[in-house]
């Protein structure tokens, strides 16, 4: 909940338990902007765990879940955070570079061998 917007940031009242908290505007989104950018978790029946999930409709919230269940929510079951950045893959030019290039970090001990035989095998 947003109990006052200052020069310093937007101070607000977590609904889940109490606390309050001065959050910068860096970190304020329009709802709009929010529902379509952001990736949602929903307290499930009110039971205290998150799950992830989408957004259907914004008034009411209703909620569906990734393993199937659907449930109308209150904002305060809702929880929303920004997608990770996606790090661009560099193509492999051959599957005998990827294998050079797994075999230098099972050398370097940055993969264990079971990793090792398992991105060999999805490279077949």
């Not at 937007?10 to 379509?36: M, N, P, R």
């Not at 659907?70 to 929303?80: A, C, K, T, W």
């Not at 370097?108 to 090792?116: P, Q, T």
Request: charged share 30%; glycine share 8%.
């Amino acid at each position: 909940m947003v109990d006052a917007v200052t020069d310093d940031g937007v101070k607000v009242t977590y609904l889940e338990d109490g606390l309050s908290a001065l959050v910068s505007h860096e970190y304020i989104v329009e709802l709009q902007e929010a529902f379509d950018t952001m990736q949602f978790q929903g307290n499930w029946q009110h039971g205290g765990f998150f799950y992830k999930g989408k957004l259907a409709s914004h008034l009411p919230l209703v909620m569906h879940y990734n393993d199937g269940d659907v449930e109308q929510i209150e904002l305060s079951q809702l929880r929303g955070t920004r997608p990770e950045p996606v790090e661009e893959s560099v193509p492999i030019q051959s599957e005998k570079e990827a294998v050079k290039e797994l075999k230098t970090l099972l050398k370097n001990g940055l993969i264990s061998k079971e990793e090792f035989k398992r991105r060999r095998n999805l490279l077949r």
